[in-house]
């Protein structure tokens, strides 16, 4: 296919990813964002996905009563726990339908044990870009991007800054010899798991060109931070609004 139309590329990414997050993968996925023992290659992409959440989450107010908050691919939900706890209002959004029926049923139990929080939770299946989710204070999109061509995640990132007010938050697929050895051998997930493409990119190049875009004025890069552990490669990204 040409990818002369933005639009179309998109929307049959999507319709792969979700492909395989609702009917080849979600128990396997279940399984990698739960707590049961999971062994060698799952154990250091699930260490690596703690890290990078917990670096995410740190680069945020520790008191964030008042914003609103897009956790974009939110899985079953652990990322949008954690906004929560913090006193945010988070909506989390993700293309399989399964999987927010998990995140729901993860949600209800925790938000319980919570007990009161001056927060909100709310989980929807559809599409993160979807313009009636609204504005947001920040969005987070960790581990979403990657499965985007270079040049659709600085579309998708342009589109969020345009209802975001403060902060985006994200991960990109570093261009590393490492990383790249690993997808072209194919074993970041076993065989019968794989996950969709990945596409590295250089994220400080596309960053740059990102808040260099007139429609990013008032947009600056921020932070950065790369997290290597076993099979897990991923760098977060930060964008502010002056």
């Not at 006193?87 to 049923?105: I, K, N, T, Y």
């Not at 589109?159 to 403060?166: E, L, N, V, Y």
């Not at 994200?170 to 798991?193: D, H, I, K, Q, Y």
């Amino acid at each position: 296919m040409s990818h002369a139309d933005p639009i179309a590329d998109y929307r049959r990414r999507t319709g792969e990813i979700e492909h395989y997050f609702d009917r080849t993968a979600l128990d396997a996925w279940k399984r990698l964002t739960g707590t049961e023992p999971v062994g060698g290659i799952r154990a250091t992409v699930r260490k690596g996905r703690d890290t990078m959440r917990a670096t995410l989450i740190d680069w945020l107010p520790q008191d964030l009563t008042g914003w609103r908050i897009l956790d974009a691919g939110c899985g079953s939900g652990v990322l949008s726990l954690a906004l929560l706890g913090r006193g945010a209002d988070v909506l989390g959004v993700d293309l399989s339908a399964q999987m927010v029926d998990h995140a729901r049923e993860r949600g209800e139990a925790a938000v319980k044990a919570m007990g009161a929080r001056p927060g909100r939770l709310r989980f929807e299946s559809g599409d993160m870009l979807d313009p009636r989710h609204g504005d947001f204070d920040a969005i987070v999109a960790m581990d979403v991007l990657i499965h985007y061509r270079a040049a659709d995640q600085a579309r998708i990132l342009e589109q969020m800054a345009a209802r975001t007010a403060r902060r985006l938050l994200f991960t990109l697929a570093p261009g590393s010899r490492l990383l790249r050895a690993m997808l072209a051998a194919g074993r970041v997930f076993p065989r019968g798991n794989r996950a969709p493409a990945l596409y590295p990119v250089a994220p400080d190049r596309l960053v740059s060109g990102l808040v260099g875009r007139p429609e990013m004025a008032g947009w600056a890069a921020g932070r950065s931070a790369r997290v290597s552990i076993g099979f897990y490669t991923s760098q977060a990204m930060e964008v502010t609004r002056a």
